[in-house]
């Protein structure tokens, strides 16, 4: 542990999170977090020496390996659907300005500085390994600020936050300029267990003929581990398409040629492409609308890019979604 790397990886997940503590006993620390993975994180930190211990409005209190610190939080860079990830911007004791991030490693492997392309390629490496395995994970990167820098920021940042006309868009603005080059520190991983009787449920359903829509921001590794638990992708499937076309033009020809191939007797040259959406967001499970032949069955896996691009006003003739 004596690694300032391995370090660097636990402090940023004692300090970048929403969480609060509380001391039901002494010496016994409960997290009460947005979200279970935060949780976790949080929980993690603290089985390896650095434990969130308490939160204001304007500081983070952590202990780490054995020595308290308090941390002056500066902002905080909140996550949402768009943004796909959280910033905090912290002063240590020892005067040090620092931005900590996680987020979808998509979106922050975009916003890391040429330093960051060996440890990049083995993070890779370890992310499709999780995803395969069917874990959640997270990128995590820092970032070292100039204060004279800062101080104009959080300048900009404070008129943005009280303003009265597009707040959030002039946020959004002052969010993107400070979140990048930034450094690479790792990634987490979290087992991602279903509920009991999930599986179960979905396939009564299904057999009910009732449309099932499953919501995750998984990368496309987990998305088919998932839709395998949960008996919406199955091994007896004949063929699973997987769409990943980065325009318009090419997810309609891979959705036109999964529907030769699945029932190309009914297919018409058209653009009458009805299909329905079983499995959507960062990745999609959908089937044809229309019966097909005998006893077989498909799976089609849709990326979040194309996704988009899909779900776009110019492709509403494209398919419909029920």
Known sequence: MGDPSTHEFFRLLALCHTAMSEEKKPGELVYQAQSPDEGALVTAARNFGFVFRSRTPETITVVEMGVTKVYNLLA????????????????????????????????????LDHSSEG??????????????????????????????????????????????DNREEKLAVLYEEIEK?????????????????????????????IKIWVLTGDKQETAENIGYSCNMLQDEMKEIFIIKGSSPEEVEEELRTARRRMNPDSFMDNYDIKVQIKKCSKQSQVIPDDELKGEETYGIIINGHSLVRDMGADSKDLYTAH
């Open 181 to 209: 080059e930034l450094k690479l520190i790792g990634a987490s991983a979290i087992e991602d267990k279903l509920q009991d009787g999930v599986p179960q449920t979905i396939e009564t359903l299904t057999r009910a003929d």
């Open 76 to 111: 905080i860079l909140d996550f949402n659907n768009e943004r796909k990830r959280m910033s905090v911007i912290v002063q240590s004791p020892e005067g040090r300005l620092t931005l900590y991030c996680k987020g979808a490693d998509t979106i922050v492997y975009e916003l």
């Open 119 to 164: 440890l990049k390629e083995v993070t890779t490496d370890h992310l499709n390994e999780f995803a395969g395995e069917g874990l959640r994970t997270l990128v995590l990167a820092y970032k070292d600020l100039d204060k004279v820098y800062f101080a104009d920021w959080k300048s900009r940042h404070h008129e943005a936050s009280t303003s009265l």
